[in-house]
């Protein structure tokens, strides 16, 4: 038997069709096109199955479930989607509208969460039964897996990791409060921080790396940084210290076994995990340096959602 985990975004609806043993033999890709009615994103996402599954070369019948990860606050016992700003969708009963063009059972979830169990599946949470993940993007999202299940809280709206305060009183975040782990920490946050060190140092090697400010992106302070550029190695190091100190937040408050960070800054590797490692060691509340948690990448990337997504019957109770 197969399941179907889906990646519902703001710009691409991703579907995958998963073995039993978390592979994913085929993909299938669309655009959202968003804004629009959720009976037509609803649309999108079944032809969506339909082009995936004829890839795959696999019956609506050897499907046993299909799983959703959306953006937003999604209501994993009725399937609804409570709020998601991103897509237009305010109580929208997403199960329904699929299951009765598909007849499976149909299971929804937040996509940070789905993408967390991914890692714990098949990915480098693997074999770990309390794992955080951390994505740092666009923002900071986050999945909370706590003995092998996703924590959402009493109202579907736990995990919101990005929005605990590091600076009160701080930089503006999108979610109106100021000073936020994810305005301090997220890659956008990042090329800002780089932004401002360029205008306050015209002779900064970043300049001539970027080009413009234009330019700017989630390497430029890095690579600056390799240079030897002190403006971007100032950045580099402020970045690793607001990280840290939203990240050892997370290890004293949940002690996992493993917290996994992913998105495209982690492509730095051991540039970034080294000193995040040394800063946790430093700064986590730990007894046992020998039972403490381990930092690492997560290693699935865009798959994880997919494969999250297609096991959640799993988690049904």
Same mark, same amino acid.
């Given at each position: @038997?197969?399941?179907?985990? !889906?990646?519902?975004?703001?710009? +691409?609806?991703?579907?995958? $069709?998963?073995?039993?043993?978390?592979? %994913?033999?085929?993909?299938?890709?669309?655009?959202?096109?968003?804004?629009?009615?959720?009976?037509?994103?609803?649309?999108?996402?079944?032809?969506? $199955?339909?082009?995936?599954?004829?890839?795959?070369? $696999?019956?609506?019948?050897?499907?046993?479930?299909?799983?959703?990860? &959306?953006?937003?606050?999604?209501?994993?016992?009725?399937?609804?989607?409570?709020?998601?700003?991103?897509?237009?969708? +305010?109580?929208?009963?997403?199960?329904?509208?699929?299951?009765?063009?598909l007849?499976?059972?149909?299971?929804?979830?937040?996509d940070?969460?789905?993408?967390?169990?991914?890692?714990?599946?098949?990915?480098?949470?693997?074999?770990?039964?309390d794992?955080?993940?951390?994505?740092?993007?666009?923002?900071?999202?986050?999945?909370?897996?706590?003995?092998?299940?996703?924590?959402?809280?009493?109202?579907?709206?736990?995990?919101?990791?990005?929005?605990?305060?590091?600076?009160?009183?701080?930089?503006?975040?999108?979610?109106?409060?100021?000073?936020?782990?994810?305005?301090?920490?997220?890659?956008?946050?990042? %090329?800002? @921080?780089?932004?401002?060190?360029?205008?306050?140092?015209?002779?900064?090697? @970043?300049?001539?790396?970027?080009?413009?400010?234009?330019? $700017?992106?989630?390497?430029?302070?890095? =690579?600056?940084?390799?240079e030897?550029?002190?403006?971007?190695?100032?950045?580099?190091? @402020?970045?690793?210290?607001?990280?840290?100190?939203?990240? &050892?937040?997370?290890v004293?408050?949940f002690?996992?076994?493993?917290?996994? %960070?992913?998105?495209?800054?982690?492509?730095?590797?051991?540039?970034? &995990?080294?000193?995040?490692?040394?800063?946790?060691?430093?700064?986590?509340?730990?007894?046992?340096?020998?039972?403490?948690?381990?930092?690492?990448?997560?290693?699935?990337? +865009? =798959?994880?959602?997919? !494969?999250?997504?297609?096991?959640?019957?799993?988690?049904?109770?």
């Amino acid at each position: @038997m197969y399941n179907i985990g !889906i990646d519902l975004g703001g710009t +691409n609806i991703k579907v995958g $069709v998963v073995d039993e043993n978390y592979n %994913i033999v085929a993909k299938a890709t669309a655009k959202t096109n968003l804004p629009r009615p959720a009976e037509e994103i609803a649309d999108a996402i079944v032809e969506t $199955v339909w082009a995936a599954l004829g890839e795959a070369k $696999v019956t609506i019948g050897e499907v046993n479930s299909i799983g959703i990860g &959306t953006p937003g606050v999604a209501n994993r016992n009725s399937g609804i989607v409570l709020y998601s700003c991103n897509l237009g969708f +305010n109580n929208t009963d997403l199960r329904a509208l699929i299951q009765k063009k598909l007849n499976k059972d149909i299971y929804v979830e937040n996509d940070a969460n789905a993408a967390a169990f991914g890692e714990v599946l098949n990915g480098a949470g693997k074999g770990y039964k309390d794992v955080v993940v951390v994505t740092l993007g666009t923002g900071v999202g986050g999945g909370i897996i706590i003995d092998g299940k996703i924590y959402t809280g009493f109202n579907f709206c736990g995990a919101e990791l990005g929005h605990s305060v590091i600076q009160y009183g701080g930089r503006q975040c999108g979610c109106g409060r100021k000073g936020c782990f994810e305005a301090y920490s997220s890659a956008t946050a990042l %090329i800002n @921080m780089t932004k401002e060190a360029m205008e306050a140092n015209k002779d900064s090697k @970043m300049w001539q790396i970027a080009g413009s400010l234009d330019n $700017v992106d989630g390497k430029t302070a890095f =690579d600056g940084w390799r240079e030897g550029d002190k403006a971007a190695s100032d950045v580099v190091e @402020m970045y690793i210290n607001y990280l840290g100190c939203g990240l &050892t937040n997370i290890v004293n408050t949940f002690q996992p076994e493993v917290l996994l %960070i992913g998105g495209g800054i982690c492509k730095e590797g051991e540039n970034l &995990t080294k000193p995040l490692n040394e800063f946790i060691a430093r700064e986590s509340y730990c007894i046992d340096p020998n039972r403490s948690t381990k930092l690492d990448i997560a290693k699935l990337g +865009n =798959d994880a959602g997919i !494969i999250g997504a297609a096991y959640l019957y799993t988690l049904a109770e």
